[in-house]
């Protein structure tokens, strides 16, 4: 029998080789120079050295739906054709070149009130004004984050045209050629923003009680649950905290959790955090896999765990004591785009290489 981390997993009709996974992670790279949003090669190479590494799913990073969903002007959406097909030259790659039969999937994202922000590596921190080419944002009402220019508070009819948004993402995105969807519902990004009593103040049907507050993600996975075909899994990120007073908590993440499985999504990807700035989260090793193992067991859907995981033997007890069904690696990955060779390796596993690198394969140490 393989090690729990390294069996398979069938949701819908796509069976992942392993449960051994790539976190979404902005790179912040799509510059006016290679056309607005759209995936060039950084993303090629970003993307592909994970699929030559041994992933077994690979999300991208967060791709807008519209282009004032961008988290930055750098960011890379996925709203027009020139976007699609930088995508599809990336999924193609990874499909042809993908050492553990790897597949991908982008993550769908509109950024709300924490759109139009520089990029970390700008030099620069807060909104983007006009002049530097960034743009008014929105959000469920007009409160700023800490730092943020405030957005404007949307209207129905902008609601609408973003769950439009979305759905037309999806089509683009099965168009692209990937393998799954995730939604993101999380880090203060916009679906957040209107989940988040800590942010959404409307007196309306997109607001009030916990319902209300989840009425848009919801709408939003049924909207990409209908226009991507039956057999294609789709995938949530939540933040299952706020960690802040009066924010949600792992009660109320339960219970979207089990909506959105009620509703289509065949896996929640659990983290946690971003809404508010004086959120005061307890970073540690695993510090997030018990959401996760609360929601796959209380709400009954399969869930993914993120969060300080950097160790094969970290990742195994994750999938092997039940708290996740599988585990998204990210800054590790960075550090080692070959994570995944090296936890099999270090757990007596074999998996396969790509036969331009089998000449390194290990015997001894790796």
Not at 15 to 36: A, F, I, K, N
Not at 93 to 116: E, N, W, Y
Not at 200 to 228: C, F, H, K, P, Q
Not at 246 to 259: E, F, K, T, Y
Request: contains cysteine; negative net charge; glycine residues 12%.
């Amino acid at each position: 029998m393989p090690p729990a981390l390294f069996s398979p997993l069938e949701l819908r009709s796509l069976t992942l080789r392993h449960r051994g996974w790539v976190s979404p992670m902005c790179q912040y790279s799509c510059g006016p120079d290679t056309g607005e949003g759209v995936p060039h090669d950084w993303h090629l190479m970003h993307l592909g050295s994970f699929a030559a590494g041994g992933a077994a799913l690979i999300l991208t990073e967060a791709a807008a739906v519209n282009a004032a969903g961008r988290i930055s002007p750098m960011d890379a959406g996925i709203y027009n054709d020139e976007q699609a097909a930088g995508w599809e030259r990336i999924t193609a790659f990874v499909h042809r070149h993908g050492a553990a039969d790897a597949k991908i999937g982008t993550q769908l994202a509109h950024a709300g009130r924490k759109a139009s922000t520089y990029w970390p590596f700008s030099g620069k921190r807060g909104s983007v004004p006009a002049s530097d080419g960034g743009w008014e944002t929105v959000g469920p009402g007009t409160s700023a984050f800490d730092g943020y220019a405030a957005p404007g508070a949307m209207t129905a009819a902008e609601i609408d045209g973003v769950i439009a948004d979305f759905a037309a993402a999806a089509v683009r995105a099965v168009d692209a050629g990937f393998d799954t969807i995730e939604i993101h519902g999380a880090h203060g990004y916009l679906l957040h923003q209107f989940q988040s009593p800590l942010i959404n103040d409307r007196a309306d049907e997109w607001g009030g009680d916990e319902s209300g507050r989840n009425r848009l993600t919801l709408a939003v996975v049924d909207a990409v649950r209908n226009a991507i075909p039956d057999s294609m899994p789709l995938l949530l990120r939540i933040s299952a905290s706020d960690w802040a007073e009066g924010g949600i908590d792992a009660a109320a993440s339960v219970r979207l959790a089990g909506a959105a499985a009620e509703h289509g999504v065949d896996l929640v990807d659990v983290s946690s955090g971003g809404a508010v700035a004086h959120q005061q989260i307890p970073a540690g090793p695993g510090y997030q896999t018990g959401f996760s193992s609360r929601i796959r067991r209380e709400a009954g859907v399969r869930t993914g765990t993120v969060g300080l995981l950097t160790s094969a033997g970290q990742a195994e007890h994750a999938v092997a004591t039940g708290q996740a069904d599988g585990v998204f690696i990210a800054r590790a990955a960075l550090r080692d785009p070959h994570w995944w060779l090296r936890a099999a390796f270090e757990l007596g596993h074999e998996l396969p290489w790509a036969p331009q690198y089998e000449r390194a394969i290990p015997r001894h140490s790796f």
